[in-house]
């Protein structure tokens, strides 16, 4: 059964219109996404490689947990059922720290136009890696990696399959915000 994702104007408002997930990327319809960034009071960050069958950016390592908005569902009821889906971790909107809207406008070779508001958050991952349950369809692997080897991730941006090379910006903007809270344990 296919999704139906809400459609917005070039600003983010919704226009009251939805469509199937397959015209959405066709038509280059503006729609939003949520990203959800698991990291540990200790300075690790969780990411997943997408799976090798995903039609965008295959194998690549990059946010924890992502996925579009359903018609009709809220901003956080899309991130805890990604989360649930592909991690097989239960959340709550509580949990949940808002760190900002990307904007994430491209194109890819084989036609699809994806024009997305990223609605990015982080959440202090609890569990231990092992305890995750990747959904083989969305998630090929998880990996926790440290301050350090994120922050060298993103100096060599665009090598050995990590990130997005164009959202560099996006990357640094989560970083900060997961620096801040590592730095102020009282707010985790």
Known sequence: MEEFIDIMTNDGIPTGKF???????????????VHVWFYTANGQILLAQRAASKTICPLLWD????????????????????????ISLDITENDLEKIGVFECFQSYPNGILDN???HTYIVILKKDLNSLIPQKDEVEDLKMVTINEFSGILENIGTHNHFVPSNKAYYQMVLKAILKRINRPELN
């Open 63 to 86: 946010v924890s947990v992502a996925g579009h908005v359903d018609a009709g569902e809220t901003l956080e009821e899309a991130a805890i059922r990604e989360v649930k889906e592909e």
């Open 19 to 33: 469509c199937p997930k397959s015209e959405i990327h066709a038509k280059g319809h503006f729609h939003n996404t």
């Open 116 to 118: 997305e508001f990223h």
